[in-house]
């Protein structure tokens, strides 16, 4: 198999995760941080105002979140982690899954975007997104003053036109605090390429699996213009 791209700091490669990271090497990622799908539209029966769909979807989708995580913890390090972006509806689904997978959460990270967003007439209008935060058996956070909450200015406009874009800098905080020695960072769900920016802008070595080319090529070129910081 042949990576989309690669570099001495970067490999990217096109295709399905779950088919890709069987083939990685077990123990060689100190880190992983990914924004998946979240559960919005898996809906097959019930009620479609819930926008998740009813608890039956939900499992179903749980049991997907499952297998990946299953295999990323099976790259991890005993020192690594995997952070994973999620939202208050796809919340139980990462615990079940997590649950399933034996990689209970650690903790849950609230990233408050300092914006409201679009919501409808019943129900409060989000200004938050969760990271879960999974650790391996040696992991540790050495900032033990380090609260659940982060404020990282966020709005409707995304810089590489992904429509679930994440900030380079609050990827980069969630790396600088989990890892202080250079490793390889790994994003099975890379987008538009944030997190290996993010990864490479930090010295680290990044490994990324993105299914749609149009994102992957976002993500290339944008791997292959020179860091200059993380506002770049």
Known sequence: MTPYCSDTAITLWHGDALEILPTMRGATVDLCVTDPPYVIGALSAGNMATKAGGWGDMMNSARWFRDWYAMVRRLIRPSGALWTFLNWRSLPVVMKAAFDAEWSLTSLLVWHKDWIGPGGSVGLRPAYEL???????EFSIEDRGLPDVWTYKWASFKPSGHPAEKPVELLARLISESTRKPGTILDPFAG????LVAAKTLGHRAVGIEAEEKWCETAANRCRQEVLGLGA
Do not use: Q, R
């Open 131 to 137: 990271v879960a935060l999974m650790a391996g058996p």
């Open 192 to 195: 538009s390429g944030s997190t």
